[in-house]
């Protein structure tokens, strides 16, 4: 079962399923699962002015309680190919790893889960009260407008219900199992146009000049606390990401100034909530200007219960490790799973991911197939 995790790992690397290219790896995935006996949907999306993206989900059984593993077999391009040691998608071993692009984010959890399903149908013969379900995207990557939440939006018109949903994002740390995300903040993207007259610098009563008032603006959001933190989430951080004014005259006042900050919130804010005090403080320093707001995903908890104790008893019998549980780092398609059902995070070390030499050691793919597999004992002896 370690080289059935390890070998599914390859075959899915070897596939150049940079988003949103789906390349065949989601038809490897159903193959393996069909032949474990699930019954598998292949669902294709797309919508005006993005590109179709598709997904899978499968499940084997019908009954309740129906625990779900999520992620996505997309990948983020390789970059300078020519800075890699190996072939980004030949899925090379060397050192006692694998390496590739998707090693770690993900394709070497979604290995690992069907890899643990095998296992835990063998050990029960095929026999359990339940079913065992797989929702996975080719769109994490990307706008993630015709992936998991289109995929929940199915599920739903189709009478399908989630029951737990574990999401194989790359979360430890440092080793293996030593981080389950049970939350996330949300993010929310801001960009601020703020208008003034253009004019000569040697007569500036004649012109109105928006970068100071531009400049007070961002000297207010930035130096704003917005709160201290709360029990599960560190404080709520503001980042200016953009300042522009596109003037190459050393005489000119300009017409306008632009700026574009990230606000990644805890569960104190709302997206709603965020905008409203963005708003209020243009308003009042920002004079004539424009806000534009877009969030991307609203902050989320699933609180300490029974969910966490089954993975966490998971990975302390597989690691040895007792497992911190965080709700760090940026967005995942969790936070679509969460208004369906509790959803927690647990993957590989993160270390590689995105990076250039993505790669996974063979051995934590082996721990990995143990953690799920611990898992799915674990959930179906409690439910």
Known sequence: MVDAAAAL??????????TPSDDGALGVVARRLQGLGFACHPLRFEEAGTPAVDN?????????????????TDVVPVGDGAAWRVDPFAARVADGALWGRGAVDMKGAVACFIAAVERFLAARRGRFTGSISLVLTGDEEGPAVNGTRKVLDWLRAHGERLDA???GEPTSANRLGDTIKIGRRGSLNGRLRVLGTQGHSAYPHLADNPLPRLARTLAVLADTVLDEGTPHFEPTTLALTSIDVGNPATNVIPAEG??????????????????????????????RHELAVSVSGESFLTPPGSFSTVLAEA?????????????????????????????????????????????VPLADLATLTAVYEGVLERFFASS
């Open 315 to 359: 990975v302390r019998a597989a690691t040895g490790t007792d497992p911190a549980l965080g709700t760090g780092g940026g967005t995942s398609d969790a936070r679509f799973i969460k208004d369906m059902c509790p959803v927690a995070e647990l993957g590989l070390v993160g270390q590689t991911m995105h990076k250039v030499d993505e790669h």
């Open 9 to 18: 790992t390859a075959e899915l690397i070897r596939c150049r399923s940079v």
């Open 165 to 167: 949903c574990l999401v």
């Open 56 to 72: 899978l989900y499968a499940r084997l059984g019908a009954e309740p309680p129906n625990f779900c593993f999520a992620g996505h």
């Open 258 to 287: 632009r700026a574009a900050f990230n606000i990644r919130f805890n569960d104190r804010h709302t997206g709603a909530s965020l905008e409203a005090w963005l708003r209020q403080v243009c308003t009042a320093h920002a004079g």
